[in-house]
C-alpha cells in the first residue's frame, strides 16, 4: 500500500467522520445517540426553569460533545446572574454523555428518573455562584446556606453543575467542576458510583446526597469547598462541605478522597424525618482512607446515627470529628494532627475509639451532655439521650493539651491508651458525681475484637486516580482565601491582606499568582507602598492614609504565563491582566433606638407600619454608632432583661462624594430602608423568605453631598439580623 493511498483514505476518514458530526440547536431533543460538532454554542437558558436548552430522552443513548462547549447568560457577566437549565435528561435509561463542556448557567446539566446514566469527562465549571457579602474583617449572616429540606427541589436554588433525582445506578467520572457553588448534588439516587472527579475551589458543596443509599464515592478530589473563612478573624464555614450527606441516606462508601480545606470536609445529618420521630437516621455508612484537614469547622460531622469512621487523616481543624448524638459508631485508625479537639461527642452511645493517633490536638477526647434536651426536638422525646457506654482502646496520645474531658457521661472503658507530652489526662471535676463507672481495667476480649483488620469491599475501577499527589504545597487553613465569588484557587494573581483586623495603619499584603510579573498602577488611600513592582510570589506593605472615610485602592497589573481569570476566562501569555485590592467604608451618624413588640397586641406586619396609630413607646435602648451592623443571637439584651420580640428604629445621615454606590442590607425578620424619605426597599413579609438563611438585598443608588437614611426593623424571634453596607459601583 503506497504512501498517497494512506493520506487519501486518512483524508476520507476523517471527512466522513466530520460529516456525521452535527452542529446542535436551542430546544433540540435528543432520542438517539449522536456526536456534537465542537465549537461555541452561546446559547441564552429559557426564562421558564420547565425548559432546557437541551432535551435527552429515551434508551441506549450516547451523546459525544467533542469538547463542545454550552455557553449561558451570554449578556451576563457575574454569576450569580446566571441562570436556566443547559441539559435535561428524563425518563431514560442507558444514556452517556461525554466530553461536553458547559459553563453560564444556574444548572448546567439535570438527570431526572434516569437508570444507567454515564456522565463521563465533562467539564462543568464556572457556572452559578452567589455572590457572598462576608468580608475578611467580618462574616455576614446571609452567606449561610441550608440545605433541610429537598422535597421540592428546594436545594436548586443555590445552582448545581449536575443535579440528579431519582437517578438509578449512575456513574459520574472524570469530570471537573471549579468556580462554581455547588457541584454534584444527587436526590432519591442509589447505587452509584462517582469516581476520578475533581470538584475543587467551588463556594458551596462538593458532593451532596439526600435519601441516597448504596452509592460509593471514591478517588476524588473536593478541595476548598469553602466559604465563611478569614483567617485568624473568623471561622464559620457556613454549612459548605466537600461532602453532605442528608437525610436517610445509608450504606454509602466514601473512600480515598481528598476533601481538605472545606467547610466540613465531611457534613452528615440524619434529617428531619429523626428529629421528628426518634427514628431512622444516615446508618451504616463507611468514610475511609480519605483527607479531611484544614477544615474551618469539622473535618467530620457524623450526627443522631450510626457509622464506621476508619482510617482518615484529619488535621488542623475546629473539631476533628463532631459526633452529637451519634451512637454505635466506630472511631478507628485514624490520624489526628493539632485540632482544637480530635473528637468531641456530646449525647453519645456505645461509640467506640480506638487504634487513632493523636499529636498536638489541644483536646484529644471530649464527651459530654447537656442537663435539658430542647423541648421542639422530637428526637428527645422518643430516645434515649444520656451520654453512655463508650469503649476507648490502644490509642495513641502525644503532646495533648487535655487527653480526656468528660462530664455527664456514664460508663466508658478506656484501657491500653499509649500516653506521652501530655498537660492534663483526665478534665473532670473533683465533685462532678455525672461522671460514672469509668472503668479502666484491661478486657483482653475487647482488645482482641479491636484489634482485627477493618474489611472493606472496594469496588474496582479502571485507572483509579491518586487525589492526594501535588498539593502539599496548599497545606493548612491560612492558604483558604474567601474572595467575593468564593475561595480562591490560585489560578491568577491576587493581592492579600493578611493583617485585616489589625488597626495600626500598616496594612500587610501578600501577592500570589502564576508566574509572572506585577507592577502598581495606582493606589489611593495609602502612601509609603514598599514595593511598587516584582515577581510573584511576594509581599508588600502600605501605611493608610488615615480619614474619616475609608476609601482604599490598589490597583496592580500582572504579565507572565497564561492563566484564567476568578470568572473563567483563558488570559494568554504575556497579555497584561488587571486586578486590585478595595476597601471602603462611609461613616454615617446612626442614632439607634429599640422598642419592645408584642405582636398578640399590635402586629406591624399586618398593619404595615412600625408603631400603632398615635402610640409613643419609651425605647428600651438607644446607641449612637457610625455603622449599622448588628447580630442578636438569643434575643436583645437590656440591662434589665432580655427580649425575644422587638423593633429597631435608625436614622443617619453623611456627605458623600458624587457617585453611584451599591447598598446591601441583611435583615431578620423583616426590615424597611428609607433614602432621603423615599422607601428604597420594602421586605416588610417574613413569609416571602421561606428558608432558614437570612436574606440580603443589593440595590444600586447615586449620591451626591448630605443623605438621610431611615431604618425599621422587626425581630419576630430566634436570632436577629441587621447590617447596612455602602460601597462604589462603576
Known sequence: MNKAFLILGSILIS??????????SKGLKITKSITVKNKVYPFDAYNNTDKSILIIEGNNITVDFKNATLKGSNTKKNPDEFWGIAILIQNSRNVTIKNLKIRGYKIALMARNTEGLIIDNCDLSYNYRQHLNSTQEKEDLSDW?????????????????????????????????????????????????????????????????YKCSNNTVMYNRLMFNVRGYSDGVYNRGQDSAGILIYEQSNHNLFYKNNVTHSGDGFFLWAGQTT???????????????????YAPT????????????????????????WGGYSYETKIANNKFRNNKRAIAIEHGQYDTIAYNIFYGDKTAVHLWAREQQPTDW????????????????????????????IDHTDSLNIFNNIYSGYETLYKIKIDDSSVTNLDTTVYDDIAVELSKDNE??????????????????????????????????????????TNPSDTSGLMKFDLLGPKGKW???????????SLLSGEFPASITAEEVKGEQTDIIIELEYTGDEMTTPLGDAMTKGKPYTFSYKKFFQPINWITSWFNLDTSLFNPIKANQLFADNVRTQPLLTELSKKLDYTWWNGLKTKDSVYSQFMTLTEGSANFTKGNYELSV????????????????????????????????????????????????????????????????L
Not at 436548586?156 to 467542576?177: E, M
Not at 485507572?463 to 475561595?487: C, D, M, Q, R, Y
Open 456 to 497: 472493606l469491599k472496594i469496588p474496582s475501577v479502571d485507572k483509579p486516580a491518586n487525589p492526594f499527589v501535588n498539593v502539599s504545597s496548599l497545606a493548612g487553613k491560612k492558604n483558604i482565601l474567601i474572595t467575593e465569588w468564593g475561595p480562591y484557587d490560585f489560578r491568577s494573581p491576587i493581592i492579600w491582606n
Open 15 to 24: 471527512f466522513i467522520l466530520s460529516a456525521q458530526e452535527k452542529s446542535i
Open 519 to 529: 507592577k502598581i498602577k495606582k493606589v489611593k488611600g495609602v502612601k509609603n507602598v
Open 298 to 321: 469539622n473535618g467530620v460531622e457524623v450526627t443522631f446515627s450510626r457509622n464506621t469512621i476508619i482510617d482518615n487523616r484529619i488535621f488542623e481543624c475546629d473539631n476533628g470529628i
Open 378 to 405: 422530637g428526637y428527645a422525646k422518643y430516645r434515649d439521650t444520656k451520654s453512655h457506654n463508650y469503649t476507648i482502646v490502644s490509642n495513641n496520645f502525644s503532646s495533648n493539651g487535655i487527653v480526656f474531658h
Open 666 to 729: 441583611t435583615w431578620d425578620d423583616a426590615v424597611k430602608v428609607y433614602l432621603d424619605n423615599k422607601l428604597i426597599i420594602d421586605e416588610w413579609n417574613p413569609a416571602l423568605h421561606k428558608f432558614d438563611e437570612s436574606p440580603n438585598k443589593r440595590i444600586k443608588v447615586s449620591l451626591d453631598g448630605k443623605h438621610t437614611f431611615r431604618v425599621e426593623h422587626l425581630n419576630l424571634g430566634g436570632l436577629g439580623v441587621l447590617a447596612l453596607k455602602l460601597k462604589p459601583v
Open 145 to 209: 446556606m441550608s440545605y433541610h429540606q429537598n422535597e421540592n427541589d428546594q436545594w436548586l436554588r443555590y445552582g448545581a453543575a449536575i443535579y440528579l433525582r431519582g437517578c438509578k445506578n449512575a456513574v459520574v467520572r472524570n469530570c471537573k467542576v471549579t468556580g462554581g457553588q455547588n457541584a454534584l448534588m444527587m436526590m432519591e439516587c442509589n447505587g452509584a458510583m462517582i469516581y476520578n472527579n475533581d470538584f475543587s475551589f467551588n463556594s458551596g458543596i462538593g458532593i451532596g446526597l
Open 275 to 293: 428529629m421528628d420521630s426518634g427514628q431512622g437516621g444516615c446508618n451504616d455508612n463507611i468514610i475511609a482512607s480519605n483527607d479531611f484537614s
